[in-house]
């Protein structure tokens, strides 16, 4: 039986659903999501083992015009991504037009040369037959106007799962024959704590507004098993900095009375614990690190 392992890049603008494809091509929850766009900060790499195959889905941030330190270093990583990948899965959504952000993105991955090019129409779950027609069409149209040819086309759900499978067998066919790259039972190569706080960050993103969510960065500074409990009763202990850019940021996440940070560290608990496997105690602080994403040292400090 032969064998076949590589990496395969998601890529195109913010929003255009690549981390929830992510998360449902590998089968587990590696990338968090949301409705803001550059939810997704770093290189998030899952891994999808099966009888003959190790497909490992690079979930990239999204290229975007930067106007920060932070912005021209996620481009940056982004960059770099596509340049080591055996596959690029150039997103472009359902219910929305191909605008400039996509064929600027389109174009940057054709430049690569001879990396084999699979466009996922997402969302498609969102559109009827007729407009998911019309957009593929207007894909076809844009490979002309490009001069390049797609290697493959496939209009996806990760909502309902549509041609998903589908998708997995045409990247699989795209990749080299090698051996496994990483132990068949990880599903990702994420480190634990930047998995936690990347969850804490994903719980408070949820209903904020404005330019918030691109403000909130999420250091964990302790995690470990509470010593001195019984077998039976095991616990988590976890100890999260959340850092805001403003002191009016800060009265926001925080809310009236801490009701608005309590909300978010009982839904963020609830997803660690499904991670970790065992209750968590929860204990997130808020601080001040003034226009952390223009700041080199403040940058290296939480970890980009």
Not at 127 to 149: I, M, P, W, Y
Not at 225 to 242: H, K, N, S
Request: charged share 25%; glycine share 8%; proline share 6%.
């Amino acid at each position: 039986m032969t064998l076949r392992s590589g990496f395969v890049s998601i890529v195109g603008r913010p929003n255009a659903g690549k981390s929830t494809l992510t998360n449902r091509l590998i089968g587990h929850k590696v990338a968090i999501t949301s409705d803001r766009p550059q939810t997704t900060r770093r290189l998030i790499r899952g891994i999808l083992t099966t009888d003959d195959a190790q497909l490992i889905i690079v979930d990239t941030p999204g290229l975007h015009r930067p106007r920060t330190l932070l912005g021209e270093r996620l481009n940056a990583s982004v960059r770099e991504a596509w340049s080591s990948v055996d596959v690029i899965g150039l997103c472009l959504p359902a219910n929305e037009e191909i605008g400039p952000g996509d064929r600027f993105i389109a174009k940057q991955v054709i430049a690569l040369g001879r990396t084999p090019i699979v466009v996922i129409v997402t969302k498609a779950d969102r559109v009827n037959k007729d407009q998911l027609a019309q957009r593929l069409s207007e894909v076809g149209e844009l490979a002309e106007e490009l001069g390049c040819t797609w290697t493959q086309v496939v209009p996806v759900s990760a909502v309902s799962g549509m041609n998903v499978e589908v998708l997995t067998e045409q990247l699989v066919a795209l990749l080299p024959e090698g051996p496994l790259l990483y132990p068949d039972a990880e599903f990702s190569d994420e480190p634990l704590e930047i998995t936690v706080a990347e969850l804490i960050r994903e719980a408070m993103l949820e209903g904020v507004e404005d330019e918030l969510p691109h403000s909130i960065a999420v250091v964990i500074e302790e995690m470990g098993m509470r010593e001195g409990r019984p077998p039976d009763r095991p616990l988590m202990d976890i100890r999260a900095q959340l850092f805001v850019e403003r002191d009016s940021q800060k009265a926001i996440v925080i809310g009236k009375g801490g009701a608005r940070l309590k909300q978010v560290g009982t839904r963020a608990r609830k997803e660690i614990e499904v991670i970790v496997g065992t209750p968590v105690y929860l204990d997130i602080h808020v601080k001040l690190a003034k226009d952390w994403q223009k700041d080199p040292k403040k940058l290296r400090r939480l970890g980009f």
